[in-house]
């Protein structure tokens, strides 16, 4: 958790971002196979997936930066 924000990396190919006061999904990211859990450093939030991919994402709306 970070900032009252929750990332979670799933086994159904997806990193879900969710409020921690609620549970509220933000915003979600899909891959083509199971993803790590994520790692958030200075507002970026890093995800390696099966599909052989390295992902960065915006933490406030899960724009791909980079992968």
């Known amino acids: 958790m970070v900032g009252g924000t929750v990332y ?9 971002v969710l409020s921690a006061d609620d549970g509220t ?4 990211f899909g ?3 199971g993803v790590s ?5 200075g507002g970026t939030v890093y995800v390696v997936s ?6 960065a994402l915006a933490a406030n ?3 791909e930066q980079w992968s």
Do not use: I, L
Request: aromatic letters at 14%; charged letters at 25%.
């Open 8 to 16: 979670v990396g799933s086994g159904d190919n997806s990193v879900y």
């Open 25 to 28: 999904e933000k915003w979600s």
């Open 31 to 33: 891959t083509e196979w």
């Open 37 to 41: 859990s994520p790692a958030v450093v």
């Open 50 to 55: 099966g599909d052989d991919n390295m992902y």
């Open 61 to 63: 709306d899960g724009t």
